[in-house]
């Protein structure tokens, strides 16, 4: 039975964890044998990429896969065809499909109508395979994740969701700080409150960082909205300056997944300060992204 990826809610707390182990014995020691070799791995995007797209192509290679890849401007997605019919044809061709796409429906029905594994590369919803990467790159820095406290401040979004998740899949705390009109999803967050307590909300960075083990961030406006500047008005007392860093413990670790608008939502003494992370939080893209194509397509 094919399984995929769209959301954490996919997989298990033992097999995020055994994919994190994965992605970590593979970053230590790169498997030259080519386990995939043979299999075809396709990606598709609706929005421009770059972690994503060579992240997803690198990892395939490496493992001795190849990849099509497709863009929606050249591709007859961008002239109307739906995801189900798309779905049924690449599913006579690949082996696996990512997609890159908008709304989190979109992908979901593709991934009804596949016979392959589908990968959420990132929805407006969720962005699962970078919480992977963030998550490995925690648990290199701090070790056991469960017992941490995790900061979250800026926007409620994709990327606030899929913390969230993970959160209420791996019981460590979760503190986010969003502006009153930009909080995570109600839906989500009346879900997730069956699931645990450990999820706060508030309004106050400074309360959501205080004795963070993780300060998380991202971009406060979506691609071509840069120079809103009612949306930066409303963010601005969400930056992660070396100020707000101060509320945290000392060894705390700093994370943004990038692409990062600096003098926005993070300044450049923060993000290539010594707590930064960043760096090596977009490199474990690779090798997360290894651990899940291996468990869809090879070996568990």
């Known amino acids: 039975m094919k399984q995929d990826l769209l959301t954490l809610w996919d997989l298990e707390p033992q097999e995020i964890l055994s994919l ?30 770059t972690r994503t797209k060579v992240s997803f192509t690198v990892a395939a290679y490496q493992l001795g896969a190849q990849v099509i890849t497709l863009e929606q401007q050249n591709s007859q997605l961008g002239r109307g065809e739906s995801y189900a019919d798309t779905a049924k044809v690449l599913s006579r061709y690949v082996d696996a499909i990512m997609i890159r ?18 990968i959420n590369g990132l929805s407006d919803m969720f962005h699962p395979c970078q919480l992977l990467a963030d998550l490995l790159t925690v648990q290199e820095n701090k070790g056991d994740l469960s017992q941490l406290k995790i900061s979250w401040v800026g926007d409620g979004n994709n990327m606030t969701h899929s913390w969230m998740v993970a959160a209420a899949k791996l019981g460590f705390e979760l503190c986010i700080a969003t502006p009153a009109s930009q909080e995570p999803d109600g ?14 909300l508030t309004q106050d960075p400074f309360a959501a960082v205080k004795g963070a083990d993780v300060v998380n961030t991202d971009t406060w406006v979506s691609m071509g909205e840069e120079d809103d500047k009612e949306a930066l008005e409303i963010y601005q007392p969400y930056q992660l300056n070396s100020e707000l860093l101060k509320s945290a413990k ?8 990038l692409p990062a608008h600096r003098g926005h939502e993070i300044t450049d003494e923060v993000m290539d300060g010594p707590q930064s992370k960043v ?12 651990a899940v194509l291996l468990r869809l397509l090879g070996r568990k």
Request: charged fraction near 25%; glycine fraction near 4%.
């Open 279 to 290: 760096w090596d939080q977009a490199e474990n893209r690779l090798h997360a992204q290894k």
């Open 101 to 118: 796409t908008f709304g989190q429906a979109s992908a979901e029905e593709m991934a009804r109508h596949a016979s392959i594994p589908v």
């Open 20 to 49: 994190l182990e994965v992605a970590a014995q593979l970053k230590q020691n790169p498997d030259h044998s080519e386990p995939l070799k043979g299999k075809t791995l396709g990606l598709i995007f609706e929005k421009a990429s």
């Open 250 to 257: 000392d060894n705390a670790i700093v994370l943004h997944c």
């Open 187 to 200: 839906d989500l967050m009346k879900q997730l409150s069956t699931v645990t307590d450990k999820i706060v």
